[in-house]
Structure formats: C-alpha cells, structure tokens
C-alpha cells in the first residue's frame, strides 16, 4: 500500500513532513533508462542516506509502490526546510523482492533480494522450513549495472550496511539467525554475529553495529490480526562490533 517519507528532528522530538518533488533536474543519479514511479503509489521500505563525493546529500529509498526499485533522491535545505528531489532510479532484475539498500561511493550501491516475490507464501515457507537459500545480495554501479554479489546467497537477506571505506558489507540473515561481515572483493565471510531474526541494522562512527532482533515465531506470529494500533511483538537491540564481530544486548 502506499506510505511517506518523514523527517525527525532530533532535538525537538517531533516528526516533521518531507516533501518530494518529482520533476528530474540536472543530473540522473541512477539508471538513464529507469522512469520516474508513480508518486501516489510511493511505498518506501529500507532506506540509506550518504554524501556523495560532490557534498550533495543522497537518500536511497527501497520502493514497493508499483514495482521493486531503487529511488535515488537528493536531500536538500530550502527556505528552512528539507525537501527532497528525485534524481533517478534502478529496477534489478528477475523476480526480486527487496528489502533495504546501502549507498556506495562509487555512486552505486547494494540491496538486499529477500526471495522471488511472485513465489506462493506456502512455497517460501517450505524452503526456509528446509534450509533452503532464498535470496542474496544485488550490488548497482553505474558502469555495470546489476551484479550478484559473491558469497552473499543467503535465507531471507534483510537489512544491510557498509563499511566506511566500502570493503565490507554487514547483512542480517533473518531466517539465518546470524549477522555476517562479507569482504566486498573476495566474496569471504569473515565473521557472523548470532542474532534471533535479526531486522534493520545501523553503523555509527566508531563502527559499531546496531541491530535490530525481532524475538517471535516469524512463521505462526505476525500482525495481521492487529486492526488497531501497533503489533508490539517482542525485540531486542543489539550492538556488534564491526572488527571483532562481539556483541552483546544493550
């Protein structure tokens, strides 16, 4: 169904619009052959916010409104407000459904593909009950386009992240129950971090991972018989450190 995007204000505690213009200007960030989605349909999902090389703030959003797609938007300040500008787009290809992206310097970036998307619940359900790996990681660059990425096949990918010079990628494995530390270059997991459906997950400056846990049977639990209010099933945060890959609940 369609969503927004909101700004949090920090300091004040209060969560502000955020207003998105449409109309490509100026340079295409993405795909030159990916159309500008429908606007009404927008439903966004994981996101990702760097600064490019030019110092212009770039917001990745993970779009289900209509399509699966990449959105790429420059977040800029206008009048004392933040506004945001669509500057292009990249589908991948196949069957994919994704769930969150992490932006690259070299203006590309990586998404995680969850399972084929038009597979019957019931058919992912047997896989994952089987050990069966259902997705992996898409990696987009300008040049190349869309890549697999080495070693990252995996049940059920789920939120990403990246290391500052861009090496290593952080991917939680849902159904894995485990964070893996993968080497960009070599396709090498070189460490994992055990963590109960593990969902979202962050990097700080110090390089320290915060992930999120949900804590329930994600086959037999879920929240589609909340009607009202928010389905408050059970989770934990966890911080990882990135080098050592310990970790611990806080």
Aim: with cysteine.
């Amino acid at each position: 169904t369609p969503g927004s995007l909101s700004l949090f204000d920090l300091p004040s505690k209060q969560k502000m619009p955020l207003d998105i213009s449409w109309q490509s200007t100026g340079e295409v960030w993405g795909d030159s052959d990916c159309s500008v989605p429908e606007g009404k349909i927008f439903s966004p999902h994981g996101i990702d916010l760097i600064t490019r090389d030019d110092g212009k703030h770039q917001l990745l959003v993970v779009n289900h409104g209509g399509r699966e797609s990449v959105e790429f938007f420059q977040l800029s300040e206008l009048d004392n407000k933040w506004v945001l500008n669509w500057k292009g787009c990249a589908i991948p290809p196949e069957d994919p459904f994704i769930n969150d992206v992490a932006g690259l310097q070299n203006g590309g970036f990586l998404v995680t593909h969850m399972w084929n998307k038009h597979l019957p619940f019931e058919e992912v359900v047997e896989m994952i009950t089987a050990g069966v790996s259902t997705g992996w990681v898409w990696e987009w660059s300008p040049r190349s386009g869309f890549t697999k990425v080495a070693g990252s096949t995996q049940q059920m990918p789920n939120g990403i992240v990246v290391s500052k010079d861009n090496t290593k990628a952080f991917i939680n494995i849902y159904i894995g129950n485990k964070t893996i530390k993968l080497d960009l270059e070599s396709g090498q997991i070189e460490g994992e971090v055990a963590v109960q459906q593990p969902d979202n997950v962050s990097i700080d400056g110090q390089g320290n991972l915060w992930i999120a846990s949900h804590r329930h049977d994600p086959i037999n639990e879920t929240c589609d018989d909340v009607k009202e209010g928010p389905c408050l099933l059970p989770f934990v945060i966890v911080r990882a450190d990135s080098e050592t890959m310990q970790a611990k609940e806080v």
